[in-house]
């Protein structure tokens, strides 16, 4: 018989809608990326949060992040 153990890893991905005045383009922020703007690891988000998350579908930390601006620079390699 074999056991096996799942464990799981939270990892962020957070959606940005990031445009100027010519074109509007959708990011995908994976983990490393997203934690630097969360300023938290998703492990401790959602542990301090979880009740609140469940009631609202978000933690205050995400829900803030709605609606501000952030400035983001993009490189393109050939």
Known sequence: MVLCSVNV???YKIV???GDETEALN???LDRPASRIVEQTTT???S???QVALASGYPAKIR???GKEYT???EIKK
């Open 9 to 11: 890893c939270l990892r």
């Open 16 to 18: 940005v809608l990031a």
């Open 27 to 29: 990011f995908v922020l």
């Open 44 to 46: 401790k988000l959602i």
């Open 48 to 50: 301090d949060n979880l």
């Open 64 to 66: 803030d992040m709605i």
């Open 72 to 74: 983001f620079d993009v």
